[in-house]
């Protein structure tokens, strides 16, 4: 095993490790990826979809199953499947991530992915991973107890799944092309979406509103996705209280809120009680939006019915957190905990092999004549201690490694920041000694089986947002987080050694921190990324 490591890029983790698993009933679906127009706010649009769906296909498995998806591009556009959360045991060649495990599908092409979930029971969700595809391309991957095991909790009577998305009145990939040409930030999208609808908020829109049908006294287990590409989310059900009992596909300990809080590639199950008077009643999900910064602030809905209702019943609508408000987000993070009598439930590995301490910002790189869009002219650029990632384009990262070939990435990436600074102080705001970034395809390579202890900090170079990490092929354990610059001495003391929550993507705070743990025990090349996938 002395080959087997860990790549990590800017925004990417590569590992090579061992694993076994088992599998069950194979369960088997084609993917025809191609045009489709569809009505949204008054207009008609050609998207790129999944066998004519938005969202796509719900894909339904029970643990053990191996999925075997068969996707024929008949799109414009180069397209790859990215299947957020699975662990893809032995499988990292079918993760999907473009130029990181395999090239693209080229358009009148076909590609089939295989692998076996084993140790994951929850919500999970599949999306393209081209460009803003993602953003028409995407659906739920429900994984269920196998055959004799049930949930840890209540079983619900029912289930629905939940996605949030972004929708934009524009081509979706000329909407990232202009952003990356322009060097700013893409264009503002227009509405959000449950289940592929605005809701009753948006022109034209009520007729088509998701409605969910409940019968009072009765349990159902919402399945919630954020498939949006750039924004968190607040979640509400009015008069409706709400049990989280899972995140990630990793059980927590029953938290009762009236609040969900979920980040682009998060998921949250929950169970919902019908227990008003019959009636309908909105869910609403509207932006938490932490940086000072334009955003969509628009709010959709969908409708809760219950059976016997009036026939001219009046609707109740939530009460949603303002869109800055940190303080509700930050509760709802940090109050969940993981389930540690859930079966998959490993623990805290004690023994740290590697610390590492990764800055996550905002930054710029050079423009030529100073002409681009970002601030004074120069282009946006995230980074992780100062290196904004390139992706290849000559062949993918797993492929150069497998094969021996150079120059298709180096391993320097920096396990601690450049410069250390007071990270978090927004008078260094633009300071010229901190801004400035470079792009290259940096990776750090981890020996099999190393426990990596991870310092997420956020960054105030431009300014301070609630940034999302996702990271492929793991779940990692958040010990604490919080606000400011992050001490060891001080704030190691928080950590919850004993339940902490699993995820595979933390929103670390703004203006804070947060620590992360997991152990490369996983083959494969998989990626941990700042922002959205």
Same mark, same amino acid.
Request: aromatic fraction near 12%; proline fraction near 7%; include cysteine.
């Given at each position: 095993?002395?080959?087997?490591?860990?790549?990590?890029?800017?925004?990417?983790?590569?590992?090579?490790?061992?694993?076994?698993?088992?599998?069950?009933?194979?369960?088997?679906?084609?993917?025809?990826?191609?045009?489709?127009?569809?009505?949204?706010?008054?207009?008609?649009?050609?998207?790129?979809?999944?066998?004519?769906?938005?969202?796509?296909?719900?894909?339904?498995?029970? =643990?053990?199953?191996?999925?075997?998806?068969?996707?024929?591009?008949?799109?414009?556009?180069?397209?790859?499947?990215?299947? #957020?959360?699975?662990?893809?045991?032995?499988?990292?060649?079918?993760?999907?991530?473009?130029?990181?495990?395999?090239?693209?599908?080229?358009?009148?092409?076909?590609?089939?992915?295989?692998?076996?979930?084993?140790?994951?029971?929850?919500?999970?969700?599949? #999306?393209?991973?081209?460009?803003?595809?993602?953003?028409?391309?995407?659906?739920?991957?429900?994984?269920?107890?196998?055959?004799?095991?049930?949930?840890?909790?209540?079983?619900?009577?029912?289930?629905?799944?939940?996605?949030?998305?972004?929708?934009?009145?524009?081509? $979706?990939?000329? $909407?990232?092309?202009?952003?990356?040409?322009?060097?700013?930030?893409?264009?503002?999208?227009?509405?959000?979406?449950?289940?592929?609808?605005?809701?009753?908020?948006?022109?034209?829109?009520?007729?088509?509103?998701?409605?969910?049908?409940?019968?009072?006294?009765?349990?159902?287990?919402?399945?919630?996705?954020?498939?949006?590409?750039?924004?968190? #989310?607040?979640?509400?059900?009015?008069? #409706?209280?709400?049990?989280?009992?899972?995140?990630?596909?990793?059980?927590?300990?029953?938290?009762?809120?009236?609040?969900?809080?979920?980040?682009?590639?998060?998921?949250?199950?929950?169970?919902?009680?019908?227990?008003?008077?019959?009636?309908?009643?909105?869910?609403?999900?509207?932006?938490?939006?932490?940086?000072?910064?334009?955003?969509?602030?628009?709010?959709?809905?969908?409708?809760?019915?219950?059976?016997?209702?009036?026939?001219?019943?009046?609707?109740?609508?939530?009460?949603?957190?303002?869109?800055?408000?940190?303080?509700?987000?930050?509760?709802?993070?940090?109050?969940?905990?993981?389930?540690?009598?859930?079966?998959?439930?490993?623990?805290?590995?004690?023994?740290?092999?590697?610390?590492?301490?990764?800055?996550?910002?905002?930054?710029?790189?050079?423009?030529?004549?100073?002409?681009?869009?970002?601030?004074?002219?120069?282009?946006?650029?995230?980074?992780?201690?100062?290196?904004?990632?390139?992706?290849?384009?000559?062949?993918?990262?797993?492929?150069?490694?497998?094969?021996?070939?150079?120059?298709?990435?180096?391993?320097?990436?920096?396990?601690?920041?450049?410069?250390?600074?007071?990270?978090?102080?927004?008078?260094?705001?633009?300071?010229?000694?901190?801004?400035?970034?470079?792009?290259?395809?940096?990776?750090?390579?981890?020996?099999?089986?190393?426990?990596? =202890?991870?310092?997420?900090?956020?960054?105030?170079?431009?300014?301070?947002?609630?940034?999302?990490?996702?990271?492929?092929?793991?779940?990692?354990?958040?010990?604490?987080?919080?606000?400011?610059?992050?001490?060891?001495?001080?704030?190691?003391?928080?950590?919850?050694?004993?339940?902490?929550?699993?995820?595979?993507?933390?929103?670390?705070?703004?203006?804070?921190?947060?620590?992360?743990?997991?152990?490369?025990?996983?083959?494969?090349?998989?990626?941990?990324?700042?922002?959205?996938?």
């Amino acid at each position: 095993m002395g080959r087997a490591m860990l790549l990590f890029l800017i925004y990417s983790f590569f590992v090579l490790v061992c694993s076994s698993f088992a599998s069950a009933a194979i369960v088997e679906h084609t993917f025809n990826v191609q045009n489709l127009t569809v009505n949204r706010l008054c207009q008609n649009r050609v998207i790129t979809a999944v066998n004519g769906q938005l969202p796509g296909p719900t894909l339904l498995i029970q =643990e053990g199953d191996t999925l075997v998806i068969h996707v024929n591009n008949n799109s414009p556009y180069n397209i790859t499947i990215h299947w #957020h959360g699975i662990f893809q045991k032995l499988t990292a060649w079918a993760d999907g991530p473009d130029y990181v495990t395999q090239c693209p599908i080229r358009p009148g092409r076909s590609y089939t992915y295989r692998f076996t979930v084993t140790g994951q029971e929850g919500t999970l969700w599949w #999306h393209a991973h081209v460009s803003f595809l993602r953003s028409t391309v995407y659906g739920a991957l429900i994984i269920r107890p196998r055959s004799g095991r049930s949930y840890p909790f209540q079983q619900p009577d029912g289930e629905y799944p939940i996605v949030l998305g972004e929708w934009w009145n524009a081509n $979706v990939v000329d $909407v990232a092309n202009q952003a990356q040409a322009s060097g700013g930030a893409p264009n503002n999208s227009d509405a959000f979406t449950i289940n592929g609808q605005p809701g009753d908020l948006f022109p034209c829109s009520s007729g088509s509103t998701t409605r969910i049908n409940v019968k009072q006294g009765r349990t159902y287990l919402l399945r919630i996705v954020n498939a949006a590409l750039n924004s968190q #989310h607040f979640f509400k059900i009015a008069n #409706h209280k709400l049990t989280v009992v899972a995140v990630d596909a990793a059980y927590t300990n029953p938290y009762v809120t009236d609040v969900v809080v979920i980040a682009p590639g998060q998921t949250t199950d929950v169970l919902l009680t019908a227990d008003q008077k019959p009636g309908l009643y909105y869910m609403a999900a509207r932006p938490y939006a932490s940086a000072p910064v334009s955003a969509d602030n628009s709010t959709t809905t969908a409708i809760l019915a219950y059976q016997g209702a009036s026939t001219a019943p009046t609707l109740v609508m939530p009460v949603l957190p303002a869109l800055n408000d940190t303080p509700t987000a930050h509760k709802f993070y940090t109050n969940l905990t993981g389930l540690v009598t859930s079966p998959f439930w490993t623990g805290v590995p004690t023994e740290v092999d590697k610390h590492m301490f990764i800055t996550v910002g905002l930054g710029l790189i050079p423009c030529r004549n100073n002409s681009c869009a970002g601030p004074n002219g120069q282009r946006f650029a995230a980074n992780m201690n100062n290196a904004s990632f390139q992706l290849p384009t000559k062949m993918s990262i797993l492929q150069a490694f497998f094969q021996n070939v150079n120059g298709i990435y180096t391993t320097d990436f920096p396990r601690q920041p450049p410069v250390k600074f007071d990270y978090t102080n927004t008078g260094l705001s633009g300071n010229p000694n901190l801004i400035f970034t470079t792009k290259s395809t940096k990776v750090i390579k981890l020996k099999y089986n190393t426990t990596i =202890e991870i310092v997420l900090q956020n960054t105030a170079i431009l300014t301070t947002e609630n940034h999302p990490i996702h990271l492929h092929g793991f779940n990692f354990f958040v010990l604490a987080q919080g606000f400011g610059n992050y001490k060891a001495s001080r704030d190691s003391k928080k950590f919850n050694l004993v339940n902490p929550q699993e995820r595979n993507t933390i929103g670390v705070p703004v203006g804070g921190w947060a620590v992360i743990r997991f152990q490369a025990n996983n083959p494969g090349t998989y990626d941990i990324y700042f922002g959205t996938d």
